[in-house]
Each structure stands twice: as C-alpha cells, then as structure tokens.
C-alpha cells in the first residue's frame, strides 16, 4: 500500500492575504447589509458569501491540491446548487 505524502504548506504570507481578502469581503457584507439594492440584495449576499466559501475551501480545505475528479466534483456541485436556486428564485417570483 503506497503513501500518498504530498507537501501542501502554504506560507504565512499568504495565508495572512486570504485572512485580509475574508475580513474585507466580511466588512463589505457588512456594508451591502446597509444598502437597499432591491431585488438584488439577495444576489449580492450570495456572491459575496459564495466567493469567501471559495477562498476557505481552496486555501484552508486544500482544494486547490486536489485532483481534478475531485475539483471537478466540487464544480458540479456548486452548479447543481445555483440551478435550485435559480429555481427557487424563479418560483416564488411568478406565485
């Protein structure tokens, strides 16, 4: 049985980046919470919550090691995800 012993530090620098990168993306959901956009309120609550998801599974899950069946997986899922609800978004539009 062979070991799979793959190095994926990443350094402090950048960790310390993707930490900035999720306070300012936390302070501007603080701020879009302030904003009456309308019917866009929602969409750019989930943008903003859907990129710091990113950043959390590529750089402290490791994602971006993984291999392509598994990011591949992971796309599918997110898609999958979008069209319910778009589909959701779509049926309590025209109730």
Same mark, same amino acid.
């Given at each position: 049985?062979?070991?799979?012993?793959?190095?994926?530090? &990443?350094?402090?620098?950048? !960790?310390?980046?993707?930490?900035?990168? @999720?306070?300012?993306?936390?302070?501007?959901? #603080?701020?879009?919470?302030? =904003?009456?956009?309308?019917?866009?309120? =929602?969409?750019?609550? !989930?943008? =903003?919550?859907?990129?710091?998801?990113?950043?959390? !599974?590529? $750089? $402290?899950?490791?994602?971006?090691?993984?291999?392509?069946?598994?990011?591949?997986? $992971?796309? &599918?899922? #997110?898609?999958?995800?979008? &069209? #319910?609800?778009? @589909? &959701?978004?779509?049926?309590?539009?025209?109730?």
């Amino acid at each position: 049985m062979s070991q799979n012993n793959h190095d994926h530090s &990443i350094s402090y620098q950048t !960790l310390l980046k993707v930490l900035t990168t @999720l306070l300012a993306l936390t302070a501007v959901t #603080v701020f879009a919470s302030q =904003i009456d956009l309308g019917a866009l309120n =929602i969409w750019v609550a !989930l943008l =903003i919550a859907s990129t710091k998801a990113s950043l959390v !599974l590529m $750089f $402290f899950m490791h994602l971006r090691y993984e291999s392509r069946l598994l990011k591949l997986t $992971f796309a &599918i899922t #997110v898609f999958t995800l979008a &069209i #319910v609800i778009g @589909l &959701i978004f779509f049926d309590v539009a025209f109730r």
